[in-house]
T-cell receptor, first 115, second 109 residues
Framework: SQTIHQWPATLVQPVGSPLSLECTVE??????LYWYRQAAGRGLQLLFY??????ISSEVPQNLSASRPQDRQFILSSKKLLLSDSGFYLC??????????????FGAGTRLSVL | GQQLNQSPQSMFIQEGEDVSMNCTSS?????WLWYKQDPGEGPVLLIA?????ELTSNGRLTAQFGITRKDSFLNISASIPSDVGIYFC?????????FGSGTKLNVKP
């Protein structure tokens, strides 16, 4: 079966510090991978998605970047965090295989607080 | 971008009541999905819909893919306290998922 791992679960970082959040998927190959941010009580904002190694699409211009160094690894980074980067970050993957194609599965999320 | 309008934003119901929520879009989607999110956790898939007009059930949950492919609804029958959470609809097109703003469900025992 497929699983998605996202860590850390919570993170408190000072303004101006770097960020690295990691997400890995097991039990599948060549998935689409996604990073979302969710403000408290709000919907999901798509930040980045990737259809393959080294292929990143950015949806929202901001202080963040993403990389996909391996097929099932997706990393969200920042060189210098801003207060506005605080939020709940979710990694997700899309199953391309029939009959489950077009379904997206989420990780447990990372609660980031920038102080 | 493709916007999804989800309603209602929140609901306060008594245990045992039925619940209905819906999503509409100005765009056509190939797939409609419904998720539930508990506080501090990632959304969990409830139901996936692939064809216009499709009606699918998962226990006490029933969802339909609208004929026009621009809308979907989710019904919950005989609500229980553990139904509390935020429900999101999502539409899929061309590698991207578009989410509604969520319906927050509160159930009084």
């Amino acid at each position: 079966s497929q699983t998605i791992h996202q860590w850390p679960a919570t993170l408190v970082q000072p303004v101006g510090s770097p960020l690295s959040l990691e997400c890995t998927v097991e039990g599948t190959s060549n998935p689409n991978l996604y990073w979302y941010r969710q403000a408290a009580g709000r919907g999901l904002q798509l930040l980045f998605y990737s259809v393959g190694i080294g292929q990143i699409s950015s949806e929202v211009p901001q202080n963040l970047s993403a990389s996909r160094p391996q097929d099932r690894q997706f990393i969200l980074s920042s060189k210098k965090l801003l207060l506005s980067d605080s939020g709940f970050y979710l990694c997700a993957w899309r199953d391309r295989r029939y009959p489950s194609e077009n379904i997206q599965y989420f990780g447990a999320g990372t609660r980031l607080s920038v102080l | 971008g493709q916007q999804l309008n989800q309603s209602p934003q929140s609901m306060f119901i008594q245990e045992g009541e039925d619940v209905s929520m819906n999503c509409t879009s100005s765009s056509i989607f190939n797939t409609w999905l419904w998720y539930k999110q508990d506080p501090g956790e990632g959304p969990v898939l409830l139901i996936a819909l692939y064809k216009a007009g499709e009606l699918t059930s998962n226990g006490r949950l029933t969802a339909q893919f609208g004929i026009t492919r621009k809308d979907s609804f989710l019904n919950i029958s005989a609500s229980i306290p553990s139904d509390v959470g935020i429900y999101f609809c999502a539409g899929y097109n061309f590698n991207k998922f578009y989410f509604g703003s969520g319906t927050k469900l509160n159930v009084k025992p």
